[in-house]
């Protein structure tokens, strides 16, 4: 399976950078279409002067699109980082020409002003949406996907799922919506394969870890790779 699928999905994989890594493995994703920077992450060990200097290096080295996000400590997954809203602001700011996309939570409270210096900027906005307790019921995760199509370009949810039913909802909110808007869906659990599966439904891509994983269930970029080179079973 892995040959039958590795072209496609290559192009479906987003590689979640926290400037926790060595050049020599930013120079392994050249043919990765999406990179994520995580601001928060990389915030965690280094000083805010270096971050245009990181995000330009990522550039010089990768013909890829970037995404940035500075997670809001809410829903930022294990280890948050509080970062004061005045301040993800000031950073978006700063860094917004230099990347392709800004990820803003629905429920931050700077979601208009990101929103607006982004489309100044003719770049695309991603509003998203992370439970790592629970996933919504199938009426409440479409109340999520309208509210999120209102203000952003693309849609996005990543929930915990714990039942067969979260899963199932999760798709079929998928399959329903990925028709008519650009979406992205991520089951968070222990059993990584599931994040996957909303691809084949139509989410836009999936998000997979360099050194450092940031979410449940997330496999690194070499998980993926050995996983993609098997060979697929005889015939």
């Known amino acids: 399976m892995g040959n039958l699928l590795g072209s496609d999905l290559q192009k479906k994989i987003c590689v979640v950078l926290t400037g926790n890594e060595e050049d020599n493995d930013i120079e392994k994703l050249k043919d990765i279409a999406l990179v994520e920077c995580r601001i928060d992450e990389f915030l965690k060990r280094k000083k805010i002067e270096e971050l245009p200097e990181w995000i330009l290096k990522i550039k010089e080295k990768l013909n890829t699109k970037i995404i940035a996000t500075i997670r809001w400590y809410k829903e930022s997954g294990q280890n948050p980082y509080y970062i004061q809203d005045k301040e993800r602001l000031e950073i978006f700011k700063k860094i917004i020409t230099l990347v392709d996309f800004i990820d803003v939570e629905l429920k931050s409270r700077i979601l208009k002003e990101v929103t607006e210096i982004v489309k100044n900027q003719n770049k695309k906005v991603i509003v998203s949406y992370h439970n790592f307790k629970k996933t919504p019921n199938e009426k409440k995760l479409k109340e999520i996907v309208r509210k999120e199509k209102k203000v952003g370009d693309i849609v996005k949810i990543a929930t915990l799922i714990k039942t067969e ?59 993926y790779s050995n996983f993609i080179s098997k060979p697929g079973p005889d015939k």
Do not use: C, H, W
Request: net charge positive; aromatic share 18%; proline share 8%.
């Open 165 to 223: 039913k979260n899963l199932f909802d999760l798709i079929k909110i998928t399959y329903t919506y990925s028709k008519k808007i650009p979406l992205i869906i991520i089951p968070m659990s222990e059993n990584p394969f599931v994040r996957f599966i909303p691809i084949f439904f139509g989410s836009l891509f999936t998000y997979v870890s360099m050194n450092t994983k940031v979410a449940p269930g997330q496999i690194s970029y070499f998980e």
